[in-house]
């Protein structure tokens, strides 16, 4: 099997081009390193199957020869990010998806988009589940994510109803693990690099915000799973567990051993106060539940950033 991955060289593209290699497949990762790094492909860059394309996927992409899949993953994806870059934001969301689908459209491949939990907005429905439309504000500053995803999965449906190509859509939860960026700016990998330097941990609000955390390795094995099933409509894959970001903060300065203190800060413009999926589907279509418990990951994932961290 030949996959294209674009935003290969992401948190979670970097994962998904490593786990598709030991499967078996031929795997071309597609990235301009707008947010992503090379150091996140060095374990695959020489290895046998794997092909690297720098490419910026709002233009045209070509790619010669034969292709089964192609996953689209290329997007900034932290808030950080996308309040910086809110342009390209919106033009990979669009153009981006509409190039990837014409390319799985003229190779006969299938087509998987990595939507977001985001496409839900500040949810007045809680847990979530995929039927709900969502509570989104489209000309606020986090607007630029949101609706780039909600149309992305407009266009993925179009292509499906109307040219046949046979699409998946994944709703990514919070996800979390090695090879997160030190200033990404979400959460976790804020949290980890303040306790691990002993300094404040910002939590914005009063942190009674709500949260459901998912280790990369879960979310790898979700999309593998959504890969082979036969489904044409959104499914949640994220962890149920919920927690507010000021128990997140507090875990992590456990964990860490850490002396850092908790300060608070103004909550920015439209963040959602809750987030939890309904994973019914996943269970029900996939077989899939999150395995790795939450300690667990956080554990795995401070010893990356203290390595990191360390140079």
Not at 267 to 287: E, N, Y
């Amino acid at each position: 099997m030949r996959v294209l991955v674009t935003g290969a060289a992401g948190f979670i593209g970097s994962h998904l081009c490593e786990f598709l290699l030991a499967h078996d497949c031929a795997v071309v990762g597609m990235d301009n390193f707008i947010t992503g790094s090379a150091d996140n492909l060095a374990s695959i860059r020489e290895r046998r199957g794997f092909a690297f394309v720098e490419h910026n996927v709002t233009e045209y992409i070509g790619l010669d020869g034969p292709l089964d899949w192609v996953l689209h993953f290329a997007s900034p994806a932290s808030p950080l990010d996308y309040l910086e870059l809110p342009i390209q934001t919106l033009k990979v969301g669009a153009l981006g998806t509409h190039n990837a689908l014409g390319l799985a459209k003229a190779k006969g491949g299938k087509f998987l988009l990595a939507s977001t939990s985001e496409v839900y907005g500040d949810p007045l429905v809680h847990p979530q589940r995929e039927d709900y439309w969502g509570n989104v504000n489209p000309i606020g500053p986090r607007g630029v994510y949101d609706e780039a995803k909600r149309f992305a999965e407009a266009m993925t449906m179009a292509y499906h109803r109307v040219h046949g190509v046979d699409t998946r859509i994944v709703r990514v939860f919070n996800s979390f693990g090695p090879r997160m960026r030190l200033n990404d700016g979400r959460a976790i990998p804020a949290f980890m690099t303040q306790a691990l330097t002993n300094a404040p941990l910002t939590v914005f609000g009063d942190g009674s915000q709500t949260r459901s955390f998912q280790y990369i390795s879960d979310l790898i094995d979700g999309l593998w799973r959504l890969m082979h099933a036969s489904t044409n409509n959104p499914v949640n894959i994220g962890n149920p567990h919920e927690m507010t970001l000021l128990e997140l903060a507090k875990r992590i300065i456990r964990l860490t051993g850490s002396r850092s203190e908790i300060v608070f800060r103004p909550l920015p413009v439209d963040d959602p106060k809750v987030r939890q999926p309904d994973i019914s589907r996943a269970r029900s279509l996939l077989g899939w539940e999150p395995v790795v418990d939450t300690d667990e990951g956080l554990k795995r994932t401070i010893e990356w950033f203290q390595a990191k961290l360390r140079g």
